[in-house]
């Protein structure tokens, strides 16, 4: 069973392991849209100048199950978890830093590959790249049509899923894969 699958399935926080911060302890700024805060609060909303580190994360609504999708900004590397109650996002910080680590894990990639994953230093803030959103509503609409396909989002593989989006080219001044985006930093 993967931490993410693990942490998904409603155990506890002590099953999710992360990196530790880099060295130099910068916060992992998570960009969250109106809808996702709205699910959050009350939190406190940091006000981070943008970065290429920085994470967005939008709550999607998919066969009426909660859904949330995680994005980098920098290389558009997506990270979709399925079926998320609020009870998780509870400890949101510990919520973003063990489903990315798994993410990277599942694709072979070093934990701190796309900047610090400390679940106590993580900032909530507004989205501020309209671009990243249009990214992520692209990835929203395959993940809606593939769950379509499997018959809705409880019988969707969510490894093939961000599997698929994680191969899919997407233009940012070249037609580049995220997974590939990752490897060439």
Known sequence: MTIQRAFCAGSTLADVKCAPSDARGDPVIVRCTARLLKLLAPVDIADAPSGPDDWYANLVWINRRKCVLLVHAETLFPVFVADVRKPQLSHFGHFVAGTVATALADE?????????????????????????????????????????????????????????????????GGYIRPRDAVRQR
């Open 108 to 172: 072979g990639l070093l934990p701190g590959c796309l900047g610090p994953l400390d679940p106590t230093h993580v900032q909530v803030a507004r989205t501020a790249s309209r671009s990243v959103l249009g990214f992520m509503n692209d990835m929203v609409f395959l993940s809606e049509h593939m769950a379509a396909q499997a018959g809705g989002v409880t019988r969707l593989d969510i490894e093939e899923l961000n599997a698929f989006l994680r191969r899919t080219p997407y233009n940012r």
